[in-house]
């Protein structure tokens, strides 16, 4: 299969889309990356690996934190977590809070904002610092030690979090978070402000693909079964409200975030990422989407 080749096609093809989607600017300093970015790396387990276009600059990751927050409370607390959040697509808007009050606070799955608040109250609980975990998680996970949060993206995010305040007390009230508000919202914060470029996140998400197992340094993160687990709620629930739509047309467990970042992986061979920062009207990246549903198109391969 020529993956350069297929790359490099939809590198010159995917241009006319990246002025139609919009940049998320409900966070300040998100609104700031101009819509042109383009850029995909797609990472073998052999190490070998495809880039085009902007591959290599480091972008806002946002919700695609929620995949590796879950991943380390997953290793914490193994099945025990879904005591604290469901695992079924919610059917409303990522940052929604009408499902908690009628569902006792408990959040549908931990790809949503509520839930990804009680992931985020897990790792509070157990590291001293939540956001330095997930930071040196993501440092060993991509082999790049250079990640870190951008903390002017941590600060926009935090002076226009009351939503995800207003949820997070809520849960409290029901007694779903076990640490302060503050506290876990300045984590999440941080966490979802991580910068990471294409080829970081697709190295990073490589073990999803391989067992569990980061292929180039041997390191367990999960076993086969709960990988399994994560990849399948990574199809139902890892794309916003539009999950079904993104599993017709691309065919692939994937992770999304507003910073316009999509990861990907097919199990067994390779993990992909691409940025595009124009976003849908669901929040996922308008091109990013076009350019995942091109690619399994073109090489006919999906997990389907
Ligand atoms: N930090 C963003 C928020 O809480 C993450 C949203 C996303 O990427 O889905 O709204």
């Known amino acids: 299969m020529d993956y350069a080749h297929i790359l490099q096609r939809i590198h010159r093809d995917i241009a006319p889309l990246l002025t139609q989607g919009r940049v998320a600017d409900y966070i300040p300093e998100l609104g700031k990356v101009p819509a042109t970015h383009f850029g995909m790396a797609l990472v073998f ?76 109250d897990v790792l509070c609980s157990r590291f001293v610092q939540a956001e330095t975990a997930m930071v040196q998680f993501l440092r ?4 790049n030690p250079a990640i870190d949060y951008d903390p002017r993206v941590a600060q926009s995010e935090r002076e226009h979090a009351d939503r995800n305040r207003a949820m997070a007390y809520f849960m ?62 990574m199809l139902t629930c890892g794309t916003y409200d539009a999950a079904g739509d993104f599993v017709y047309r691309v065919g692939l467990p994937a992770k999304s975030g507003v910073g316009g970042g999509i990861v990907a992986v097919l199990p067994g061979r390779w993990a992909v990422c691409v940025w595009s920062p124009g976003l849908d009207h669901s929040g996922n990246s308008l091109a990013g989407v076009q350019a995942l549903e091109w690619l399994t198109t073109l090489s006919g391969h999906s997990i389907f």
């Open 45 to 120: 387990a052999d190490g070998r690996s495809h880039c085009v276009g902007d591959a290599a600059v480091p972008f806002s990751i946002q919700s695609i934190s929620k995949l590796f927050a879950c991943t380390l409370a997953f290793q914490l607390l193994g099945e025990d977590l879904w005591q604290r959040v469901g695992r079924e697509p919610s059917g409303n808007a990522f940052n929604s809070l009408v499902q908690l009050e009628y569902e006792q606070g408990k959040p549908r799955n931990p790809f949503i904002n509520a839930g990804a608040l009680v992931v985020t």
């Open 140 to 143: 060993r996970l991509s082999g």
């Open 172 to 233: 409290k009230d029901f007694g779903r978070l076990e640490m302060p508000v503050d506290k876990v919202i300045d984590a999440y914060c941080r966490q979802c402000a991580i910068t990471m470029s294409c080829e970081d996140l697709a190295r990073a998400a490589l073990f999803l693909a391989h067992g569990g197992v980061v292929p180039w340094s041997g390191e367990r993160v999960l076993d086969a079964s709960p990988t399994k687990r994560l990849s399948a709620l």
